[in-house]
């Protein structure tokens, strides 16, 4: 498989002003391929939605280049710009209330694509919205109605139909089950992998579940701080991971088993994930490491790949 979208050293900062800088994503290099799903996973504040957002041209990059197949994006988009990608790349968002116009009917929301991407007749779009609602797991007769007057799983998967329907290549998942209950999550997991499949889609899927991530997902990254520390296939990820980050996350993870997890010793990442603002030099996680060295606190570890496995990359000391 061939790279679809490449983000190389990819950055993006917040100016609060009086010298204050928020490191939101920096230098970021990942490649994705076709129709590959790339889990995206780290804490709460690790930039994962920033980046992802960054990706799409969605917030001006502050420093780094986005090519897709091959070709450099612009470093801001302009509206001629936006016109032309939102045909190829998407974005399902983590709230699928507040991304969705409470002024509008399901069948306006779903059908705005295609009224700018096509010249398709207004029977053709209520047509088309008709059967992306079907497929979806909702109803046809369900077009007239406002999101207000449905559940969060059905305002989700409102969201996936209106994200799919000009058929992009490529696709933003920002923590679409996140807000739901966890019987309504598998669901929605099950409906992406059947599009993802029949589509032939390319996903970045951004989670904080890493169970959820290593099911769903062929490749792994993992994020902290606005950095990559670690990629790989994703069982060997989840199963056999390197980075002292990736062990702790996948060590708090809750055991399915409710007797194993009841007598399981709880495992928790001590101290508070540090502040984005002016980052000091060394490796980002020191702070929190319990395999902290001296040279973590001074120098920033870079991300190599693994001498015994080149598909296994590790931002650490302990591999260098």
């Known amino acids: ?48 939605s920033t980046y992802g957002k960054t990706l799409l041209g969605l917030l001006d990059k502050t420093r780094g280049e986005v090519s897709y197949k091959g070709k450099i994006l612009p470093a801001r988009y302009n509206s001629q710009d936006f016109y032309q990608q939102s045909k190829k790349m998407q974005m399902i968002f983590q709230d699928p209330y507040s991304s969705l116009n409470p002024r509008m009917t399901i069948g306006e929301v779903i059908g705005e694509g295609l009224k700018l991407h096509s010249e398709d007749s207004d029977a053709s779009i209520r047509d088309q919205v008709a059967t992306w609602l079907e497929r979806v797991g909702l109803h046809a007769d369900h077009m007239s109605r406002y999101p207000h ?46 599009l993802k499949a029949s589509l032939g889609l390319t996903l970045l899927f951004i989670a904080h579940d890493l169970s ?25 990820v989840f199963f056999r991971p390197k980075h002292p980050y990736t062990e702790l996350l996948v060590q708090s993870n809750p055991e399915p088993d409710p007797d194993t997890e009841r007598h399981r010793e709880p495992v928790s990442i001590t101290g508070e994930i540090p502040s984005p603002v002016n980052i000091k030099p060394g490796c980002r996680f020191a702070g929190r490491c319990p395999k902290v060295m001296d040279i973590c606190r001074n120098t920033s570890p870079q991300l190599i790949a693994l001498e015994n496995d080149v598909q296994r990359h590790v931002a650490c000391h302990l591999y260098s």
């Not at 800088?21 to 690790?46: C, K, P, R, T, W």
């Not at 920002?174 to 309504?184: N, Q, Y």
């Not at 290593?214 to 670690?230: F, K, P, Q």
């Open 1 to 48: 498989m061939s790279v679809l979208i490449e983000s190389r050293g990819l950055t993006k900062h917040f100016d609060l002003g009086n010298r204050q800088i928020v490191h939101a994503v920096d230098d970021m290099s990942l490649a994705i391929q076709e129709q590959e799903i790339l889990g995206l996973v780290g804490e709460s504040g690790s930039g994962k």
């Open 149 to 194: 007057e449905f559940s969060g799983g059905q305002r989700q998967r409102v969201g996936v139909a209106r994200a799919l329907i000009v058929e992009p290549e490529f696709v933003v998942c920002d923590e679409p089950i996140s807000a739901l209950d966890v019987s309504v999550q598998a669901q929605v997991v099950n409906l992406l992998g059947e």
């Open 212 to 236: 959820m991530v290593r099911y769903v997902s062929d490749r792994m990254a993992v994020m902290y701080l606005g950095s990559l520390v670690e990629t790989g296939p994703s069982d060997e």
